[in-house]
């Protein structure tokens, strides 16, 4: 069975550094065409992707917001990180991490997502 | 980057209706990587059709996807009670950065 789980603070301080794990169960990020993206929402508002990691450690990010993401992989756990800097209110969100397995023809897009984690910026 | 406009924002439509909810991309993509998914209350988001027109996974087939180009259509027959959710389409090219549309809820009338 596969499973996703998102962990993380649930409140930081402005100008503050976010980092979320994602910790994930029933795949492996080492088989090829897999992938891990992070996503959130804010409250009432629509779904953001944020960043994405591939099996060969390929890594993409939003254009408005990669000055200030980093996702990293750590196969041996099977977890993903993503780092946020400089946390401003407007990032209060639920953050998603979520699997792409892109072992057909075409791709089935997010097929597993974690329940989130709810992060609030307040000072 | 690719945007997503979703439209119309909110769909009012009566149990056993058919809803049409519609994805255009600010330029051509590639059919093989348009997706949608279903958001309830307080849940994660749900896969319910990849690549254009393919059902994900145990989704009935009361829901169904096409389009081509920049234009993209989601349909929904025969509303069940379960179907009034927000749904959201998703470009995820795997040699690009990846966009949601902002949604389409569809709501009881």
């Known amino acids: 069975q596969v499973t996703l789980r998102e962990s993380g603070p649930a409140l930081v301080r402005p100008r503050q550094t976010l980092t979320l794990t994602c910790s994930f169960t029933?795949?492996?990020?080492?088989?090829?065409?897999?992938?891990v993206s992070w996503i959130r929402q804010p409250p009432g508002k629509a779904l953001e992707w944020l960043a994405r990691i591939d099996w060969d450690d390929d890594k993409y990010y939003s254009t408005s917001l990669k000055t200030r993401l980093t996702i990293s992989k750590d196969t041996s756990k099977n977890q993903v990180v993503l780092t946020v800097t400089n946390m401003d209110p407007a990032d209060t969100a639920t953050y998603y991490c979520?699997?792409?397995?892109?072992?057909?023809?075409?791709?089935?897009?997010?097929?597993?997502w974690g329940q989130g984690t709810r992060v609030t910026v307040s000072s | 980057e690719i945007v997503l406009t979703q439209s119309p924002g909110t769909l009012s439509l009566s149990p056993g209706e058919t809803a049409t909810l519609s994805c255009r991309a600010s330029q051509s993509v590639s059919s093989n990587y348009l997706a949608w998914y279903q958001q309830k209350p307080g849940q994660a988001p749900r896969l319910l059709i990849y690549g254009t027109s393919r059902r994900a996974t145990d989704i009935p087939d009361r829901f169904s996807g096409s389009g081509s180009g920049a234009d993209f259509t989601f349909t929904i027959s025969r509303l069940e009670p379960e179907d009034f959710a927000v749904y959201y389409c998703h470009h995820y090219d795997s040699s690009s950065t990846w966009t949601f549309g902002q949604g389409t809820k569809v709501e009881i009338k």
């Open positions: 029933g795949f492996s990020l080492t088989s090829t065409g897999m992938s």
């Open positions: 979520a699997r792409l397995y892109a072992n057909r023809w075409p791709p089935t897009a997010l097929d597993v």
